[in-house]
């Protein structure tokens, strides 16, 4: 019965993409009823423009290579919404002619560009637990034009280089929460309304880091909070960063940070999040929403909010993938059922916009 009751659910839940792409369905946990119990057959078996499924499981899906433009779906990062499981991998390494891959709604240890000479361009990364980095590192600049948004950097430490950026030209970071550093951006790279968050810089933090140095990207809209009163300012090796209408602020008080260099910039200045019950960092009990009358309202270079909400972006701290329904409530109809009767269920799915 269970098994039945699944295959229902998966098959309301995906049929949005029958018609256009195969989805293949991931699960190892035993009797699931999943097409493929590992990610890497399903990978080996679609074919370019499909999409794959992963069921959330107690067991990491470990390490997989990506040869091919794929959409690899997880059920989102926060364990509550799937009873206490989610979908977790080790590394994602893209290969040649995994251009215009789709990764979203999974917890994830690294992903990595291995490119020698061939197409890794345009990856999008949305939506997703990274807890360790993300690499762009490509030679000959075939790592072109990716986009990270929506994501949890929830690096070990302040000090983890979690989105390596060493290569890549038009990178897009935006609407991200960031707990570690950034390595090695060029002039080429955009980084707008995220949050930045640092646990427990002394002296200086530094956010924009790097052996190849920084060479002047544009950092705009974001949000720069920090919760140790020894902090003393940001800084960034390199090129010196200019920075447009982002705001600084130290939760834990202590001596003012000094201005940031650049325009519009709101120094040391509560945003004014929604409700943060205990702490910064505890991520799934917070609202990093606006309250009414947040300086950081309409502070924004487009006019719109800084922070992870600016550019209308529908941040979802769930991790859920934005085309992708997602169960809202289940009625089972019938709760007694005779031997040979059917189990009549009400299922209720909503898509994200």
Known sequence: MKTK???????LILFQFAVAQTVYTVDNRPES????????????????????????????????NVTKTLKLVGP????????GLTADLSTIALHADSANSIITGLVLSNITAYS??????????????????????????????????????????????CIRANNLNNLQVRNNIIKGQ??????????????????????DAQVFVGSNGITSPIVANNMFVFT??????????????????????KVAGGTPLPALSGS??????????ANIPTSLTDYYNNDYSLNAGSPAIGSATDSGDLGIFGRNFPYDINGRAHSMPYPEAMTILNTVVQPGQDLNVEFQATQKN
């Open 33 to 64: 009823g999943a097409q493929y119990t590992t990610v890497q057959a399903a990978i080996d078996a679609a074919s370019a423009g499909d999409v794959i499924y992963i069921h959330p499981s107690p067991t990491s899906y470990g390490s997989v």
């Open 116 to 161: 020698l000479g061939t197409n890794t361009h345009g990856i999008h990364i949305i939506n997703n637990r990274i807890t360790n980095y993300i690499d762009g590192y490509a030679f000959d600049g075939q790592s072109n034009n990716w986009i990270v948004e929506g994501n949890y950097f929830d690096a070990g430490s302040y000090l983890t280089d």
């Open 228 to 249: 140790d009163a020894d902090i003393t300012g940001l800084s960034s090796t390199g090129t010196a960063i200019t920075y447009t209408n982002c705001l600084t602020w």
């Open 264 to 273: 519009g910039n709101l120094d040391n200045t509560d945003p004014q999040f």
């Open 5 to 11: 009751l699944l295959l229902t659910t998966i098959a």
């Open 182 to 203: 950034i390595s090695s951006s060029n002039h080429t790279n955009v980084f707008t309304n995220n949050l930045f968050i640092q646990e427990d810089p002394s002296g």
């Open 76 to 83: 989102g990062h926060n364990p509550e919404n799937s009873d």
